[in-house]
């Protein structure tokens, strides 16, 4: 896979966790970053989303509480997760941002794409992870 999620688990209300998400690929690790999540029986709803110039935007749901970072040097993009409510729980996706791309080169990535808003960003995101868990207990 090009970008691969970890970090999840189980927390109470309360509490922290912090995702990481590894590419393999710089190209894309260097892009537009972001991170969505599924909640059980729900749609997907963007979570946070990182420019190439470090500007961040946020859901309403997690602004003040999620944090989201990049460190090209590690190829790795992150999202630092406190005060987690019961709501947070969902499966957590990272995913790289193809806004950009047009048709054809979309098509030739052979990856699942979802179209989603994160805060009032519309986002094309591209993922090929199997996500992390994040389940949060009252």
């Known amino acids: 896979a090009q970008l691969q999620e970890s970090g999840g688990g189980s927390v109470q209300a309360g509490g922290s966790l912090r995702l990481s998400c590894r590419g393999s690929?710089?190209?894309?690790?260097?892009?537009?970053m972001g991170w969505f999540r599924q909640p059980p029986g729900k749609e997907r709803e963007g979570v946070a989303h990182?420019?190439?110039?470090?500007?961040?935007s946020y859901a309403d749901s997690v602004k003040g509480r999620f944090t989201i970072s990049q460190d090209d040097d590690k190829n790795t993009l992150y999202l630092e997760m406190n005060n987690l409510k019961p709501e947070d729980t969902a499966m957590y996706y990272c995913?790289?941002?193809?806004?950009?791309?047009?048709?054809?080169?979309?098509?030739?990535?052979?990856?699942?794409?979802?179209?989603?808003?994160?805060?009032?960003?519309?986002?094309?995101?591209?993922?090929w992870g199997q996500g992390t868990q994040v389940t949060v207990s009252s």
């Open positions: 995913a790289a941002d193809i806004s950009f791309l047009s048709t054809t080169a979309i098509e030739a990535l052979g990856a699942e794409t979802t179209r989603l808003m994160v805060g009032e960003r519309e986002v094309l995101f591209v993922y």
């Open positions: 690929d710089l190209t894309y690790t260097s892009r537009s």
């Open positions: 990182i420019s190439v110039d470090r500007t961040s």
